[in-house]
Structures are given as structure tokens and as C-alpha cells.
């Protein structure tokens, strides 16, 4: 039969790597043959499924950071200056332990909101910025099950500034969690949803809502039915503020 | 092998390989099944393309060479060793592309769109089934980008191709009858 010598090439064809000619006549065929339309259909559904199958597993946040520094160029060091870095290594260490014991009391917040802005800057930094796309939260929320180990609600935007661009996983303190992403007047703002229990933030800071003072962005964060929610971008602390008291509407 | 220093420094270099550090990563998770496994293959990849950078051929696919290097260090790897154990000794350059199964189980995914189902018979798939798969379904190279990264003629990435998806469809279609 006809169809079998093109069923033998339904994959190449679907990856696109048939030569120009023979794929116009593929195309040309499978719009009027039934049944290779429909193989072809489902190829390209199983194709997708592996696609996104396949997209499985995520490298940590402080994985990551670990490769960046180590790739990142160095600033050149001139030998003839070495003593005075040895001083200065003296000095630091110095100040280190007098410091140690007040510095000890704040890295805990301090390094988990570092590396909110961390995941909010390689996110913007990245190729994809969302794994699920949809400006619809009844697409974006479902997308999460099976991926999180928990639930969380997305607000209503109509009648806001704020758009959604989507979703996509992410991890803190080798926590899963969910990193929304807004939108508002052409800033992009993360929104980040943990377990509360996962994460280490120090007493006092764990249930109140609050705005970290020692972050390079406008950041919030608050704590309500057991999940940690950040909101951080580079859009105005009144922007920020307002997209996070959309959130707390809804939990 | 654990790398704590590396030596070269070029400025581009960090421009061009962060951009690729989720799939590699994803990549790599995939062909060691393991997580600690995988951060050390990406760290040697890293630091082994840092330091070949120079020789690095401006013009040429930058992420075929990263993907090249991984896969390399992973051959290397003992769990690498040990997969390539279970490589096929048939003539894959020999064999004709398979045609097509009349019956269909991509319609059992497009029924259940099972993530869970799928994820776990390519994780069942032979290494040299596993990777080649991923490089096209998920990287979506070209056979071209393919063939420079598993160092292999076209001809071999595409009946390989093609044994890799007729044993996925199989192996779904034997989910799907003991589900």
C-alpha cells in the first residue's frame, strides 16, 4: 500500500527532517489520507507528551549558584600585591569573629532572601521564562498538581494592573515550589509559594507579614494555612504591595 | 571526580554555557537516574568545557560540544560504564526505519495524559534509547546537532530514533494492559 511507505517516515517527517520536496508532497498526503492524518496527529501528541515527560527533573537553586560562581571570570590579582591581600585576609578575620555572633542571628532570613532574588534574576535571565504558559490561573493552577506537594489559589486580575504570564517549578532549601510570574507595566514580578514548615526562616519571622529591608528588589512575604508566599520584582514597592494583597485575598 | 577550581576564564564563556545549565542538568538527572550523580556530571562538564574553551571552534554548535563533553564524562562515569553494557551489538546503520504499529498507544496518552506513565517507561528505556530520545523530543535538535553530540552518522541517530519510539510505544502499550 501507498500509506506504509509513508508510515515509515511519519517520525521524520514530524521532526522536520525530510528533505524540503519530500516534505511538501508529506504534507500534501496527509491532508487528504485519513488515516496518516491521524497517526500524525497522535505522533505529534505523543511527541508532546514526551516533550514534556521528559522535562522532569530541576538543579537546585544553590547548585546552580555554585556553577555560576565557579564559571563566572575572575578578576585578574597582581601577584606583586599578594601581602596586602594577606593583610587584609587578617583584618577579615578579625572583624569576622567579632561579628560572628551578631551576623550568626541574621544569615538565616538574610541567605533565604537572597535566594528569593537568586530564583527571581536567573528566572528573568532564562531562555523559558515560564514551563507553563497562560495568562488563565484555571490553566496555570491545575498545572502545578502532581508537581507540588500542595495547593495553593490564584487571584481574579480583572479589573487589575497586573497580568499572568504563567508558571513554572522551582526549589528552595531543597524545597518544590511554585514561581508565578506577573506582569505590570512591563516589570516582571515573581511570585513564590513554599511550604512554611519547609523553609528555615528565624522565630519572629515566620508568621508576620513583612517587607525584607536588606533585598536588592521590593520584596514581601507572609505566612498563612501552612504556605511561605514571596512577592519580589523590580516594580514599585506599591505594585508589589498590591499584587501581594490580591494574593492574601484569596488564602 | 570532584572539581573545586577552575582554571580558565574567558569572559563569553559563562554567556554561552549558564543559558544551557537546566537542560544539561535535566539531561543529566536523566542518563545517571541519580541527583547527586548528575550535579557531579554537570560540574565536570563544566569544568572540562571552561577549560577547553579555547579550542572551542567559534562558528560551530556550542550546544552540541556541551552536550558532547556531558555525555563523554558520563561514558566514562562508572555508572556509565555500566549502561553502555546494555548497548545493542546489532548493526543499527544497517537497519531500515520501522514503519509505523497499526495499533496506536499515543492515544492512550492523549486519553490519560499520564506524566507519571510516560516519565517512567523512557526511564525504562535502554541509555542509548534514553538519550537519543531526549535529544530530539525534549532538546529538539536537529539530527545534525544529534549526530555531532553522540558522535554518530545521521543514518544511526534516525534508525535509532526510530527503535527508541517503537520501544516506547511498546512499552507504554504494556502499562497501559497491565494497568
Known amino acids: 500500500m501507498v500509506c506504509e511507505s509513508w508510515k515509515a517516515k511519519l517520525d521524520t517527517y514530524l521532526d522536520g527532517e525530510l528533505p524540503s520536496e519530500e516534505m511538501r508532497a508529506f504534507d500534501d498526503h496527509v491532508h487528504n489520507c485519513p488515516s496518516c492524518s491521524t497517526n500524525a496527529l497522535t505522533r505529534v501528541v505523543a511527541k508532546r507528551a514526551i516533550q514534556v515527560a521528559g522535562r522532569r527533573f530541576t538543579p537546585s537553586a544553590e547548585f546552580r549558584r555554585r556553577i555560576q560562581q565557579r564559571v563566572a571570570p575572575k578578576p585578574r590579582r597582581s601577584i606583586s600585591l599578594g601581602w596586602m591581600f594577606a593583610a587584609a585576609a587578617a583584618v577579615v578575620l578579625i572583624v569576622g569573629v567579632v561579628t560572628s555572633n551578631y551576623v550568626g542571628t541574621r544569615s538565616g532570613s538574610g541567605q533565604v532572601f537572597s535566594e528569593i532574588a537568586d530564583l527571581h534574576v536567573v528566572t528573568l535571565a532564562s531562555s523559558s521564562l515560564v514551563d507553563v504558559i497562560s495568562t488563565d490561573r484555571h490553566t496555570v493552577k491545575p498545572w502545578f498538581q502532581g508537581k507540588i506537594p500542595f495547593a495553593f489559589d490564584l487571584p481574579e486580575l480583572q479589573n487589575s494592573e497586573f497580568s499572568l504570564l504563567g508558571g513554572r517549578m522551582t526549589y528552595l532549601d531543597q524545597t518544590p515550589g511554585a514561581h508565578l510570574i506577573y506582569d505590570v507595566r512591563k516589570h516582571h514580578i515573581s511570585v513564590f509559594v513554599f511550604q512554611a514548615r519547609s523553609l528555615r526562616l528565624p522565630a519572629g519571622q515566620n508568621d508576620n507579614s513583612f517587607t525584607p529591608k536588606d533585598v536588592s528588589f521590593n520584596m514581601e512575604t507572609w505566612s498563612k494555612d501552612g504556605l511561605r508566599y514571596f512577592v519580589i520584582g523590580d516594580a514599585s514597592a506599591a505594585d508589589i504591595d498590591s499584587l501581594a494583597k490580591l494574593f492574601k485575598g484569596v488564602t | ?179
Open chain 2, 1 to 179: 571526580m570532584y572539581l573545586t577550581r577552575f582554571d580558565a576564564q574567558p569572559d563569553s564563556f559563562e554567556e554561552l554555557a549558564m543559558p544551557l545549565f537546566d537542560q544539561l542538568y535535566n539531561f543529566a538527572h536523566w542518563l545517571t537516574r541519580n541527583r547527586e550523580e548528575a550535579e557531579d556530571l554537570v560540574q565536570e562538564t563544566y569544568a572540562k568545557a571552561l577549560k577547553g574553551f579555547s579550542s572551542f571552534q567559534v562558528g560551530t554548535n556550542f550546544r552540541a560540544w556541551m552536550y558532547r563533553i556531558l555525555r563523554n564524562t558520563f561514558l566514562t562515569s562508572r555508572t556509565g560504564l555500566n549502561a553502555t553494557m546494555t548497548l545493542s551489538l546489532d548493526s543499527e546503520e544497517e537497519e531500515p526505519e520501522l514503519p509505523g504499529d497499526g495499533e496506536t498507544p499515543e492515544t492512550i496518552l492523549m486519553e490519560r495524559s499520564n506524566l507519571q506513565l510516560v516519565q517512567g517507561t523512557i526511564d525504562e528505556l535502554p541509555a542509548h534509547f534514553r538519550e537519543v530520545l531526549l535529544l530530539c523530543d525534549v532538546e529538539e535538535m536537529s539530527y545534525q546537532e544529534i549526530a555531532d553530540t553522540l558522535s554518530i552518522p545521521i543514518g544511526t541517530v534516525m534508525s535509532r530514533l526510530s527503535r527508541a519510539r517503537k520501544t516506547l510505544r511498546d512499552g507504554l502499550r504494556l502499562q497501559f494492559q497491565k494497568g
